[in-house]
Structure formats: structure tokens, C-alpha cells
């Protein structure tokens, strides 16, 4: 007999979670990748193909690391939209935009990415980084962004990866077990942060997510595993015209 899987959270336990960690979670995650996660948004904002004028769309921004980057790629003639249900995670990302004004508009929006208040075809790019993992229906969160998006349009979608090797599980394992459920525990935070191993067990593979994509109705659905493979892009793009 299998050992039993924990019950999957619900969007209010997902909620409540985000925002009890919103103070800590920008330091934590610096913290917990070593800074590389900067370096694998980035990645996720050059595969968005977000360029100068577009209106792109950070999906569950938390508090807008990525959101940051598509502004500066899109400057001052075009716009970014941040999408979080966390009312926390994005009072601290309208702090930073304080502390640090750009000159692209930013929208901070409280919604939820199953329904998003955007209009279909809307969007000329779009990220969504660590939050696919998170929805509690990732098909219908995959089929609202592809409403969103315009014709042509794509998205990149940063999250953890099935690890390809026996080494690399290993590595994961050690990463979470070692690294990140300890740090969160000095910082009070253990049951919050015990989340990402079960998380990860439930979360469908790349070749599992390009088939999801194809299902919600994007053309063309590639799955890159990137940092040795314990993280992976999905870069996902829309050539249905909405009419
Ligand atoms: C792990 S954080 C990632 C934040 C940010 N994208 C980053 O990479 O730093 C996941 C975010 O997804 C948000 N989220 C999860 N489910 C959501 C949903 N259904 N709608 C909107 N936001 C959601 C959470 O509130 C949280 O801020």
C-alpha cells in the first residue's frame, strides 16, 4: 500500500498562506536560490518575447520581481499588469514600485488567475513564475491565460521541474529537506514552507504540462528544463485569432 498523498490545498489555504509570508518572501527566496532565481526570470522574460510598447502580464506576480523586469523590456510606451489573489504579496510590490518608480505604468491587480478581469486578447506577453504550481486547477488556469493572450502572443512559465536523474532527485531532495524547510523554520515559517515538497509530488511534468497546453488551446507548447534540470520554462504561444 502507497503511503497517502496530503489532501491538496484549497485557493483560500493558498491565499492565506501567501499572505502570512508576503514580508519575508522576497529575502527568503533570495536566501533559498542564491540569487539564480533573478537569473531564471530573466530567462522567462526574453522567452515571453516582451518588447518595447507591448502590454505584458505578470500572472500571480507575488511581489513583482518579474513584473519589474517586463516594465523595464517594455518601457515607458507600454504597460504591465500584475495578477495576484495575495492582497499581501501585492501591497509589497506597490511598496517597491514606490520606492523605485519606473516610468511604465504598472497595474497591480487583486484577482484570481482562473478568471482573470482582462480583456480576451489582450495581452502581447506574459509571465507566470512559481505560480502554476499553486492553481488548483492548472487546465483552467492554462485556458485563461490563453484568453487573455493576443493572437500571436506568448507566455513563459517558470516553475520547479521533475528532476531528469536519480542524482538530481537526490540533490532536490536534499535542497528542500536541508536548505529550505530549516531556513523557513529559523523564520517561524515550517508549515508555510513545507508546502513546496508536496506541492512539487503533484505538479505534472513538462511533457505532462505541454500536453495540458495543448489541451487548453495553444498552438505550440515547448517544455525547456533549465539549472541542471531542477527548474523548467514552459513557453507557451497563441496563434488562434480570437476574431
Ligand atoms: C511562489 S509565489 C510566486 C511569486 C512570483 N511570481 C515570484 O516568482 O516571485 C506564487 C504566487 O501565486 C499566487 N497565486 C496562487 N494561486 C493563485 C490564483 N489562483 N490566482 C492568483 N494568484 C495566485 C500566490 O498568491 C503567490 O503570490
Redesign the pocket.
Known amino acids: 500500500m502507497g503511503l497517502a498523498q496530503p489532501p491538496s490545498p484549497t ?1 483560500a489555504d ?2 492565506g498562506l ?1 499572505d502570512r509570508i508576503a514580508p519575508v ?1 522576497d529575502s527568503l ?1 533570495e536566501r533559498l536560490s542564491f540569487g539564480l ?1 533573478r537569473v531564471w ?1 530573466r530567462m522567462a522574460v526574453r522567452w515571453s518575447a516582451a518588447a518595447p510598447g507591448h502590454t505584458a502580464l ?6 513583482g ?2 513584473a519589474f523586469m517586463l516594465a523595464q523590456v517594455v518601457g515607458a510606451t507600454g504597460q504591465v499588469y500584475g ?4 492582497a499581501a ?1 501585492l501591497v509589497v510590490a506597490a511598496e517597491r514600485c514606490r520606492r523605485t518608480p519606473l516610468a511604465t505604468p504598472i497595474h497591480w491587480v487583486q ?4 478568471d482573470l478581469p482582462l480583456a480576451t486578447a489582450s495581452i502581447d506577453a506574459a509571465t ?4 502554476l504550481r ?3 486547477d492548472i487546465a483552467q ?1 492554462l485556458a485563461e491565460l490563453r484568453r487573455v493572450l493576443k493572437p500571436g502572443a506568448k507566455a513563459a512559465i ?1 516553475d520547479f521541474n521533475h528532476p531528469p536523474t536519480a542524482l538530481t532527485a537526490q540533490f532536490q531532495r536534499w535542497y528542500l529537506e536541508t536548505l529550505v524547510v530549516p531556513t523557513a523554520r529559523d523564520m517561524g515559517l515550517t508549515d508555510e514552507y513545507a508546502y513546496i515538497g508536496p506541492s512539487l509530488d503533484r505538479f505534472p511534468t513538462g511533457a505532462e504540462q505541454v500536453r495540458l497546453a495543448h489541451q487548453a488551446g495553444f498552438d505550440q507548447a515547448i517544455h525547456y528544463p533549465i539549472a541542471a534540470g531542477l527548474m523548467g520554462v514552459l513557453v507557451v504561444s497563441n496563434c488562434h485569432d480570437w476574431g
Do not use: E
Request: glycine residues 8%; aromatic residues 12%; proline residues 0%.
Open positions: 485557493a493558498i491565499q501567501f518572501y527566496n532565481h526570470k505578470d500572472l500571480c506576480c507575488g511581489s520581481d518579474l495578477v495576484d489573489f495575495s504579496q484577482a484570481d488567475a482562473l507566470l513564475s512559481y505560480g499553486n492553481l488548483t488556469g517558470l
